[in-house]
């Protein structure tokens, strides 16, 4: 079993939708936890960090972890075409390991 | 800016041939890592460095060399590329290891035939 799964979509959802991507994970270790957002040709660009369990919430998007069951997710709202990326979420223990990204696009 | 840079962009080479690929960040962070992502397989930790002249092996080391003279530069080196080596190269930063996340460079695509 992987340390970080993630469903690879792609997904694809029309302007103003709600966006629900999740990973699982399965090292107990972990105690940090990411959302990198990565536009095509580009590196990988840090877009949520939560620590431990719990919520937190920037503009449209929310990240959300659950260690009791070792799910986390990120959401977004009112969704737009500038959106349109691949999502990897990562997890830390020190060293960061990461799912393998969900490509998602946002249809005007 | 803060930033990481890396060079080149992109690189087409033949086997057997050296390389080094360039990476150098302005932020004055401890540690500096190199992964390769490919398609299917997602970003995969090829080696990291904790400071300077400190590295160490990551997930898929086989095939390359690092080295950190100083605090602003990792290069990367491939001393005999092979055709498994093509891939999407990045190179990242980080004041304080993987758990507050890692600022990444825009990429380096290299082709190996």
């Known amino acids: 079993q992987k340390e970080v799964e993630q469903d690879p979509g792609p997904l694809s959802v029309p302007e103003g939708a709600i966006v629900s991507l999740n990973c699982t994970y399965s090292n107990s270790a972990f105690q940090y936890f990411m959302w990198y957002r990565q536009y095509s040709r580009k590196g990988p660009e840090l877009l949520m960090y939560?620590?431990?369990?719990g919520n937190k919430e920037d503009g449209r998007f929310t990240a959300q972890v659950d260690k009791s069951s070792k799910y986390i997710s990120l959401f977004i709202r009112d969704s737009q075409p500038s959106d349109s990326a691949t999502y990897l979420c990562a997890c830390s223990n020190y060293k960061l390991t990461f799912g393998k990204g969900t490509l998602l696009t946002v249809n005007p | 800016e803060a930033q990481v840079t890396q060079n080149p962009r992109y690189l087409i080479t033949v086997t057997g041939k050296k390389l080094t690929v360039t990476c150098s960040q302005n932020?004055?962070?401890?540690?500096m890592s190199w992964y390769r992502q490919d398609p299917g397989l997602g970003l995969r930790q090829i080696y990291y460095s904790m400071n300077v002249e400190v590295t160490d092996k990551g997930d898929v080391p086989e095939g390359y060399k690092v080295s950190r003279k100083e605090k602003r530069n990792f290069p990367l080196i491939l001393e005999s590329p092979s055709p498994n080596q093509t891939s999407l190269y990045f190179c990242?930063?980080?004041?304080?290891?993987?758990?507050?996340?890692?600022?990444f460079g825009s990429g380096t695509r290299l082709t190996v035939v």
């Open positions: 932020m004055n962070h401890e540690y």
């Open positions: 939560t620590y431990s369990s």
């Open positions: 990242a930063s980080s004041l304080n290891g993987g758990n507050y996340g890692y600022t």
